[in-house]
C-alpha cells in the first residue's frame, strides 16, 4: 500500500528553528509538495520537489532524497504565525497526490 | 491569484437528506478534485475531474456522486447524508496534469450529519 509518516505534533520556540520529516513509501515517484494549513483553513502551497537536494524559498526550506524514500521542511527564525499544520503529499505514478496526516507545529513564545 | 470558492463555509443537514457542495474556480483550470479532511487522517480524495462532464473516482467515492456541467463549476453531492459523512470537504483545482502544478484549495465545507 501507499503511506506517508510524519511526526503528528511539534513544539518549538519563537525565533528557533525546526525540522518535520516526512517519510513516504509509494507506486511511483512524481514530485512532493508541503503545504502549510492554519486551523479552519484551506492548505495552502509551500514547496515542491522532484529532484534530491534542498530548495530554498526565504525562511522556508525543503529537501528531498528519493533514493531514502524521505522529505524534510525546514523553518528558520520561527514565529507565531508559523503555529498551523504542515502537510506532506507525494504524486504517485499515476499523478495522483497521496497526503500523509499533517504534523501540528505549535509555537511558544 | 486564482480564486476557489465553495457554497457554504458551515453547514448542517440531517440522515437522509440529499445534500449539495459546489465549487467554483475563476481561472479556467481543467483539473478539480473534492476531498475529506478527518482528524488524524490525511486528506482522502473522493471525486476528482480532468474536464467538463468527466469523473473519475477517487479513493473514497462510495456514498458520494458528483457534477461537472462547466469547466469552473464542480459539484460533490450526497445522495444520502450519514453521520460518517460528517467531515471537512475541500475542492482544489489545477491547471493541468504536470508534475509541478499545485492545487488550490477552496475554503472548505465544515458538514454536520445529525
Known amino acids: 500500500g501507499q503511506n506517508i509518516d510524519q511526526p503528528t505534533e511539534m513544539t518549538a520556540t519563537e525565533g528557533a528553528i525546526v525540522q518535520i520529516n516526512c517519510t513516504y513509501q509509494t507506486s511511483g515517484f512524481n514530485g512532493l509538495f508541503w503545504y502549510q494549513q492554519h486551523a479552519g483553513e484551506a492548505p495552502t502551497f509551500l514547496s515542491y520537489?522532484?529532484l534530491d537536494g534542498l530548495e530554498e524559498k526565504g525562511r522556508f526550506s525543503s529537501f528531498l532524497s528519493r533514493s531514502k524514500g524521505y522529505s524534510y521542511l525546514l523553518l528558520k527564525e520561527l514565529q507565531m504565525k508559523d503555529s498551523a499544520s504542515y502537510l506532506c503529499a507525494v504524486k504517485d505514478s499515476n499523478y495522483q497526490l497521496i497526503w500523509g496526516a499533517g504534523t501540528k507545529l505549535i509555537i511558544k513564545p | 491569484d486564482v480564486k476557489v470558492t465553495q457554497s457554504s463555509r458551515y453547514l448542517v443537514k440531517r440522515t437522509g437528506e440529499k445534500v449539495f457542495l459546489e465549487c467554483v474556480q475563476d481561472?479556467?483550470?481543467?483539473?478539480m478534485f473534492w476531498y475529506r479532511q478527518d482528524p488524524g487522517l490525511g486528506l482522502r480524495l473522493i471525486y476528482f475531474?480532468?474536464?467538463?462532464?468527466?469523473?473519475e473516482k477517487g479513493d473514497i467515492p462510495e456514498g458520494y456522486s458528483v457534477s461537472r456541467e462547466k469547466k469552473e463549476r464542480f459539484s460533490l453531492i450526497l445522495e444520502s447524508a450519514s453521520t460518517n459523512q460528517t467531515s471537512m470537504y475541500l475542492c482544489?483545482?489545477?491547471?493541468?496534469?504536470?508534475?509541478?502544478?499545485?492545487?488550490?484549495f477552496g475554503p472548505g465545507t465544515r458538514l454536520t450529519v445529525t
Open positions: 482544489a483545482s489545477t491547471p493541468g496534469q504536470g508534475d509541478s502544478y499545485e492545487q488550490y
Open positions: 520537489n522532484v
Open positions: 481561472m479556467d483550470h481543467e483539473n
Open positions: 475531474s480532468y474536464d467538463v462532464k468527466m469523473k
